[in-house]
């Protein structure tokens, strides 16, 4: 391979994250703000769009731990936070929507197929509005239920959530994960935009900020593949639950009044055990 070749391979990660500072395509227009952000516990990407003219900005995917920080961005770049929108409900982190709620006075949004609380709901086909922007949403489920993707026809970029990563894709061995659902997410609407189109992940577990449409068809070693091969690849992943799992899955209400009942219930027959114990001594 000649060196000129490794050369310009090397650089092109670079360009991608010089990209994502500063996201400006040559479609789209001057005032549209971009910055990616990290969660580092949970590998998550927080995305801040914004109208420069206007100042109405997004968060896509807030992270809780992170919300102050997201928040003080917003605020440092003058910016004036409308919503808080979430691909899905998240199985390795807290949303930081809530937060965001009353740190900003925002609006949360997840899809209705979420089975989430959130102020608006979203379907195949809305448009999230800001300022003079638009994101379109599709329904991408097969990772969860309510999974959807956020495409900017304007600026040839798309958020994938978990449905895309970049050479994989969300494991389907928990919440309502579907391998087949996943495949013809990805097929049949992320992978019909145009080859070009930057795709924004909410997740890289590899140091790796974003990818292309174009690339993740002809690269990715689990959605290149046919539909058989591609459920046989996603039954057999054996990947560990995610690291924060066990504290995301709080008891419902009714769960945590069934487990007092049974502490007090087992508390009081022990007591009455203790009793004719003592009695029959
Ligand atoms: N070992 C990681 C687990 C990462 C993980 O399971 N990520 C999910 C998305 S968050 S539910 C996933 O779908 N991964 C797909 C993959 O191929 O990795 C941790 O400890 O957090």
Redesign the pocket.
């Known amino acids: 391979m000649k060196i000129k070749t490794v050369f310009s391979r090397l650089l092109q990660p670079l360009t991608i994250a010089t990209r994502n500072m500063t996201h400006t395509s040559s479609t789209g227009s001057k005032n549209f703000l971009f910055r990616q952000l990290f969660d580092n516990t949970?590998?998550t990407y927080t995305y801040l769009l914004g109208d420069a003219d206007n100042k109405e900005c997004i968060l896509i995917d807030p992270v809780v731990e992170h919300a102050k920080r997201d928040f003080q961005l917003v605020k440092d770049l003058n910016l004036n936070l409308i919503y808080a929108v979430n691909t899905h409900m998240?199985?390795?982190h807290i949303t930081g929507s809530g937060y965001l709620k009353s740190l900003a006075g925002c609006k949360s949004i997840i899809s209705r197929n979420s089975g989430a609380q959130a102020d608006i709901f979203v379907d195949e086909g809305d448009f999230i509005r800001f300022g003079d922007h638009k994101l379109k949403v599709f329904s991408t489920p097969g990772?969860t239920n309510g999974c959807c993707s956020f495409y900017c026809q304007e600026q040839e970029i798309v958020f994938t959530g978990?449905a895309l990563?970049i050479r994989?894709?969300?494991?389907t061995d928990f919440q309502e994960g579907d391998a087949a659902t996943l495949y013809h997410s990805v097929n049949d609407k992320i992978f019909t935009l145009p080859d070009s189109t930057i795709v924004y992940p909410a997740?890289d577990?590899h140091g790796i900020m974003a990818t292309s449409v174009g690339e993740e068809k002809r690269l990715n070693p689990r959605l290149s593949k046919s539909l058989k091969e591609f459920v046989d690849i996603m039954n057999n992943?054996n990947?560990?639950?995610?690291?924060?799992i066990a504290q995301k899955v709080i008891p419902k209400p009714n769960t945590m009044l069934a487990i007092m009942i049974l502490f007090v219930k087992r508390t009081f027959s022990a007591i009455i055990q203790e009793v004719a114990k003592w009695k029959n001594e």
């Not at 994989?168 to 494991?171: F, L, S, T």
């Not at 990947?239 to 924060?244: A, E, G, I, N, R």
């Open positions: 949970s590998c998240h199985a390795d990772h978990d990563l994989g894709c969300g494991r997740h577990y992943l990947l560990s639950y995610p690291k924060q």
